[in-house]
C-alpha cells in the first residue's frame, strides 16, 4: 500500500529556517516526481514546488512565491523528499502536503500534511 | 499563469440529487501529444487531506464511487455527483497540472440542502 508521511513542522519564528520531510513506502520513490503543496488555515490550495525523478533529470521547479526561498532535494535510497524553507514569513504558515506526482504528470497520492506556524 | 474558475463557490443539493461542479482554466489543459486533459478533481473534508477523485479529467481513481464522474476537454470541465450522500458533503477543487505554477479553482462547499 502506497503511504506518505510529512515530518518537521511546528512553529517557527519568521526570517528561520525549517525543513520538511517526506518519506514514501510501498512504492518505487525514485520512479516518480514528488510534488509539494500547501493550505493556509482556511484558504485553498495553492502548489509550493516540485522535484523530477533522477530519470527525468531531478530538476526543480517553484512558485514564484517561494523562489530562491525554498528548495527541494531528494534521497531515493531512502525515499524521502525534503522541503527545505529559508527566510520564512508568516504567509508561509499552512498545512504542507508532499505528494507522489501532481506536477506535469498525474497526481498518484497525498501525504496527510504537516503544520508549520510561522509567528513571533 | 493558468487560472482556475470554479463555479458556484457552494451549493446545496438533497439528498439522492444531482450535484454538477464547473471548471474553467484560462488557458487549454489539453496536451496534443497524447490527447489527454491534465485536471484533476479533488473532495476535502474538514482536518482532512484532498482526496484525489478523478485524473486526466475523466479517470476515476480507484475505490472512489461511481457516483463521481468527470467530463469536459480544453477550457471547461464539469465533476458531477449523480446521487448525493451525506458522506459527500465537503469542498472539491479542480486543479491543472499542464503547466507550472499547478493551480487550483478556489473550491466549491458542497452542502446537504
Known amino acids: 500500500e502506497m503511504q506518505l508521511v510529512e515530518s518537521g513542522g511546528g512553529f517557527v519564528q519568521p526570517g528561520r529556517s525549517l525543513r520538511l520531510s517526506c518519506r514514501g513506502s510501498?512504492?518505487?520513490?525514485?520512479?516518480?516526481?514528488m510534488s509539494w503543496f500547501r493550505q493556509a488555515p482556511g484558504k485553498g490550495l495553492e502548489w509550493v514546488g516540485f522535484i523530477r525523478s533522477k530519470a527525468e533529470g531531478g530538476t526543480t521547479e517553484f512558485a514564484a512565491s517561494v523562489k530562491a526561498r525554498f528548495t527541494i532535494s531528494r534521497d531515493d535510497s531512502k525515499s524521502v523528499a525534503h522541503l527545505q524553507m529559508n527566510s520564512l514569513e508568516t504567509e508561509d504558515t499552512a498545512v504542507y502536503y508532499c505528494?507522489?506526482?501532481?506536477?506535469?504528470?498525474?497526481?498518484?497520492?497525498w501525504g496527510q500534511g504537516t503544520l508549520v506556524t510561522v509567528s513571533s | 499563469d493558468i487560472v482556475m474558475t470554479q463555479s458556484p463557490d457552494s451549493l446545496a443539493v438533497s439528498l439522492g440529487e444531482r450535484a454538477t461542479i464547473n471548471c474553467k482554466s484560462s488557458?487549454?489543459?489539453?496536451?496534443?501529444?497524447?490527447?489527454?486533459?491534465?485536471l484533476a478533481w479533488y473532495q476535502q473534508k474538514p482536518g482532512q487531506a484532498p482526496k484525489l477523485l478523478i485524473y486526466w479529467a475523466s479517470t476515476r481513481e480507484y475505490g472512489v464511487p461511481d457516483r463521481f464522474s468527470g467530463s469536459g476537454s480544453g477550457t471547461d470541465f464539469t465533476l458531477t455527483i449523480s446521487s448525493l450522500q451525506a458522506e459527500d458533503v465537503a469542498v472539491y477543487y479542480c486543479q491543472q497540472f499542464h503547466t507550472t505554477p499547478c493551480s487550483f479553482g478556489q473550491g466549491t462547499k458542497v452542502e446537504i440542502k
Open positions: 505528494v507522489v506526482g501532481g506536477t506535469y504528470v498525474r497526481p498518484v497520492y
Open positions: 488557458q487549454s489543459v489539453l496536451y496534443r501529444s497524447n490527447n489527454k486533459n491534465y
Open positions: 510501498g512504492f518505487s520513490f525514485g520512479d516518480y516526481a
